[in-house]
Each structure stands twice: as structure tokens, then as C-alpha cells.
């Protein structure tokens, strides 16, 4: 009793996170609640990929936000969540312009968004740096050959790859790489980079990394900012966006991070620091992803092939990597491209997915091409909670509006549109949701091992 007393008291203690100027040394040693980044060393910024944010108009704030957010990342990452979720992390952040930063609107605005976001409480002390050119003296502005109307996060997803062409022309579209890999242009792309800093040099013992999503808001925002756009579209579908929120997981803390909640309070914090009103448009809300892909798919000129080429794939694990990079198959984000692009009538080659089959009876069959038992075992807990999401999803098209009502009015809150309208286009999102998900399900066939999952079973259904 007394062990558990201690680790649960552990676990409320505040976590220090002391980050440094480059080249500068602690002043005492480090401890399990005390840890020290310094920039270039466990914050490092990559020359090239900063050349591309580092146009006429970037201000010390910029950089700061940039820091900012690097820390962040550490201090999430560095710091295991207790069983109760939240955790005490206080940050201490060397800025240029000390001025902006110790203001009270823009700090109360920051804890907002990211204690919204994380579920943690956050408490941030900005230092003044006395490196006041910590990024050097390069300067290659981008060129653009007309205007951008619009900037928006750009990965090799489906939903990116859609809503950028729906949303303008690829002339008027800044697409900006919010991942921390680099990778080729497929054909169709235009202009991305990717997050200019790398955070290393301490073992990760957190794997949730909520922050990301501030993070990516607040590189859309800087790259937005430099290139006079006010706009940002958020290119989540409804399931994507709206999902996480309406069917959480259970015990723990719900994923707000494209709910539009989130982006609201951003707006608030960029606004209070950079003193302009970027604002974060999510056009597809209230489609399922099956919708929009059949949208892009309606536009002159887009060829199924356009969608093919994308990944949607989050899984890193050697399962993947065995002869070539390919997608699970499995995981919510597959389940959810592969109805999405049934819903679209596109078919993709037989060699997509290293679990291809879901039509086989027991699950063993479908992993047969998987070797390690505990991969084997980690594929099933992601493919039967992903299936259950997203019939239990399905199913709140069945509930009353009374059901709804929480979420209608948060959602109206935030989008500023009246709320039986909005209780309307939930509603609406998803019965479609309903429609597709039971499609897919139908083509699978009776025997499918992801009905057994929707009994309850993990394995299948002769076991």
C-alpha cells in the first residue's frame, strides 16, 4: 500500500522541464522531476528545412513559437502519464521578444490550448535569451507564382490529398508539411516543407503525444503568417475530426485534436501573440471521408489513381517494413481508408495491405503473412478497437436528439452556427457514417472475423 501511496504521489509532482540557449550548461544536475533540453542539442533546428520558413517578415516571435513548441514536445514525451491521465509539467522556455510572451493574454491563451488539447496542466516560464540571431543570417525567401488564398497541413493522407484540390486551385494553395519526415512529391502535389526542428536525446516514456496537434497548428500558423494567408483548412473528414470525440476511448482523456473547439482556442492564442486573425477552416466536417473522396473524385481531371498513391497507414512497426513499405490494413486509420474508398468505388491493388483479407472467418487466416506472435497480438487489439469504434459510431445515428445534444451544442459553440442546424448535419454525418460502414461490412461477407469482434469476441468466432 504504502509503494502505491508513493508512485501515486510521484505522479502529482510537478514536472520541471529547463530548456537552454545553445551552448549554455545547467546549473545543477537532473533528477526523475527536473530535466534540461538545450537547443542544438536536444532541440535542433535543420538549416534547410528552416531556409523555407525564413522569408522577409520573420520575427523573433516566429522563432519563439517554434521553441515554444519543440519544448513542448520534449516535456510530453519525456514524462509518462499517470493512470488518472493528467500530469503537472512546467516549462521554461528562453524567447527573443520576452515582451510578447510575458503578456497574460498570451500566456493564459497558450495554457488554454494546450491544457484543452493534452488534458494536463501546464505551466510555461519564458526567460529572456540573450542570443538574439540564434537562427543565423540565411535567407532564401519562397517564390510563388501567384498568391496563395489558402495554407493547408499537407501529409500523404487521403483527406489532404482531397480537400486541397476541393478547396482551390493548386496554384492558390500553400500546403505545408506538418510531419517531421521528409518526403518526394507524388504526381498532383504542389509546395510543401516539414517541421523545421528535431527534439532528441531523451528517452521517450510517453507514446500518446497529444501536443502534436498543437504543434502542427502552430507551424500552419507561422507559414501561414509569413506568407500574408489567412486562411488554414483542416482537411479531416467528419469521422476523423468529430470521431475521437463523440466514441472516446475508454479511461482515457478524449482527442480534441481537430475538434473545432481546439482551433478556436488556438485562434486565440496566435491572435494574442502575433496580433492577426488566422483563422482554421474545416470545410468537411460534417462529410464522411467516403464523401469527399467521391467529391475529389468528381472534379476535371482526378483519376482514382490520385487517391491510390496516398498513405493512411500510422503503423511504424516492422510488420509494414518487411519487403517494402506497405499499409496494415488493420489498424482504425486502414479500416477507415478502406470503407472510405469502398464508399468511393475505388479499388486498390491486391498488394496494398499486408493484412489484405478481411473476409476470412478467423483471424489467424487474415495474419498469416505476420510471423511474430506479438505483433500478431498488437494487430488484433488495434483492428477490434478500431472495428468497435466505428460501429459504435454507426450506431449514434439511432439515438435520440436528447443523446446528441452535448455534442451538438459544444460543436455550435465553436463553429458559431445555430444549433439545430448543427444537430441537423450530425445527425445527418452520421447516418452516412451508418450507410458506408454497414456496406463495407456486407462486402465482407456474413463470415467476416470483424463481425465476431462486433459480438464482443477478440479472436474469433470458433474461439
Known amino acids: 500500500m504504502d509503494q502505491m501511496t508513493d508512485a501515486a504521489s510521484d505522479a502529482l509532482e510537478e514536472k520541471h522541464l529547463v530548456t537552454l540557449e545553445k551552448g549554455k550548461r545547467s546549473h545543477g544536475p537532473t533528477s526523475q522531476n527536473l530535466v534540461f533540453a538545450e537547443i542544438g542539442k536536444h532541440i535542433l533546428f535543420v538549416p534547410d528545412i528552416l531556409d523555407s520558413f525564413h522569408v522577409e517578415g520573420f520575427t523573433a516571435k516566429h522563432y519563439d513559437l517554434m521553441v515554444v513548441a519543440a519544448a513542448i514536445e520534449f516535456a510530453d514525451r519525456r514524462w509518462s502519464r499517470p493512470s488518472s491521465w493528467l500530469r503537472r509539467l512546467h516549462v521554461t522556455v528562453p524567447v527573443i521578444d520576452h515582451d510578447a510572451w510575458s503578456r497574460s493574454e498570451v500566456q493564459t491563451t497558450l495554457r488554454s490550448a494546450i491544457n484543452f488539447l493534452t488534458g494536463d496542466s501546464w505551466q510555461f516560464n519564458f526567460v529572456k535569451a540573450t542570443d538574439r540571431s540564434p537562427i543565423g543570417s540565411r535567407q532564401m525567401p519562397l517564390v510563388f507564382d501567384q498568391t496563395k488564398t489558402f495554407a493547408i497541413a499537407y501529409s500523404n493522407g487521403l483527406d489532404s490529398r482531397a480537400v486541397s484540390a476541393l478547396s482551390g486551385s493548386p496554384a492558390e494553395a500553400l500546403c505545408i508539411r506538418v510531419a517531421s519526415t521528409k518526403q518526394r512529391r507524388?504526381?498532383?502535389?504542389?509546395?510543401?516543407?516539414q517541421i523545421p526542428f528535431r527534439v532528441k536525446g531523451f528517452k521517450g516514456k510517453e507514446s500518446s503525444f497529444r501536443s502534436r496537434g498543437f504543434q502542427f497548428a502552430a507551424i500552419a500558423t507561422i507559414a501561414s503568417h509569413l506568407s500574408n494567408i489567412t486562411r488554414i483548412v483542416v482537411p479531416e473528414s467528419g469521422q476523423g475530426a468529430l470521431g475521437p470525440v463523440l466514441v472516446p476511448l475508454y479511461n482515457i482523456y478524449t482527442d480534441y485534436r481537430n475538434f473545432p473547439t481546439f482551433f478556436r482556442k488556438m485562434e486565440r492564442f496566435t491572435r494574442a501573440l502575433l496580433g492577426t486573425s488566422i483563422k482554421f477552416e474545416q470545410p468537411r466536417l460534417w462529410s464522411t471521408k467516403g464523401e469527399t473522396m467521391t467529391a475529389f473524385l468528381g472534379l476535371p481531371g482526378k483519376k482514382k489513381e490520385f487517391l491510390v498513391q496516398t498513405r493512411s497507414c500510422w503503423q511504424t512497426r516492422r510488420i509494414v517494413n518487411a519487403e517494402r513499405r506497405r499499409q496494415c490494413g488493420l489498424c482504425a486509420a486502414c479500416l477507415l481508408r478502406r470503407m472510405s474508398l469502398y464508399a468511393a468505388e475505388v479499388t486498390e491493388p491486391k498488394d496494398t495491405y499486408v493484412i489484405a483479407d478481411l473476409a476470412a472467418a478467423e483471424i489467424e487466416a487474415a495474419l498469416s503473412k505476420i510471423a511474430d506472435d506479438a505483433d500478431r497480438n498488437i494487430m488484433i487489439e488495434y483492428g477490434s478497437v478500431g472495428t468497435r469504434h466505428f460501429q459504435h459510431l454507426a450506431e449514434m445515428a439511432e439515438l435520440p436528439d436528447t443523446a446528441l445534444r452535448p455534442f451538438a451544442s459544444q460543436i455550435a459553440?465553436?463553429?458559431?452556427?445555430?444549433?439545430?442546424?448543427?444537430?441537423?448535419?450530425?445527425r445527418l454525418m452520421l447516418m452516412t457514417h451508418a450507410k458506408e460502414w454497414r456496406a463495407f461490412l456486407s462486402a465482407q461477407g456474413d463470415g467476416s472475423f470483424l463481425r465476431s469482434w462486433l459480438d464482443g469476441g477478440r479472436h474469433d468466432r470458433f474461439k
Do not use: H, K
Open 186 to 193: 507524388l504526381d498532383g502535389d504542389s509546395y510543401f516543407t
Open 413 to 426: 459553440a465553436a463553429t458559431g452556427e445555430p444549433y439545430e442546424q448543427t444537430l441537423r448535419n450530425l
